[in-house]
């Protein structure tokens, strides 16, 4: 219905810039990207009333980007999960992954113990259980590099 593109224009996230440049373009290129597309969804929220911060959907799916060069975009997006998403366990399962890629153990195990009293909150026990595997094996090997 165009009357409903039209009011929701603003915050609409239909062909942002991720979606050209992929994860090819490389961290810095991303976070550039990724703060444009922050600030102006944010904006169109506030304009409509809806809550200002980006949807989990987007967040989730970008935090997953696979490369190692990446860790420090998907840290940053897991980061705007955590605080735009306190009671969800994505967002420190996702820190945690990404900390234990990037050799800070201590840290990725704080997010980890997080993570996993959150998914039991919320009885997925099928996470808890994932992250806590998780847990073990980077305590078994601290700064090891296994995700």
């Known amino acids: 219905?165009?009357?409903?593109?039209?009011?929701?224009?603003?915050?609409?996230?239909?062909?942002?810039?991720?979606e050209r440049f992929g994860t090819e373009a490389g961290t810095p290129k991303l976070l550039e990207i990724f703060w444009s597309i922050r600030e102006g969804y944010l904006r169109g929220a506030k304009q409509l009333g809806l809550p200002e911060r980006l949807p989990l959907t987007f967040l989730r799916y970008w935090s997953r980007a696979p490369d190692a060069e990446l860790v420090p975009f998907v840290l940053r997006l897991c980061q705007e999960l955590m605080s735009s998403y306190p009671v969800v366990f994505a967002g420190y399962e996702c820190a945690a992954d990404a900390q234990a890629r990037s050799g800070r153990a201590e840290e990725a195990l704080a997010n980890s113990r997080r993570g996993i009293d959150l998914a039991r909150q919320a009885g997925n026990t099928v996470a808890a259980e994932r992250i806590k595997g998780k847990e073990e094996a980077l305590r078994s090997r601290r700064n090891a590099h296994y995700w």
């Open 1 to 18: 219905m165009p009357g409903l593109q039209f009011i929701f224009r603003p915050i609409s996230l239909a062909g942002h810039p991720l």
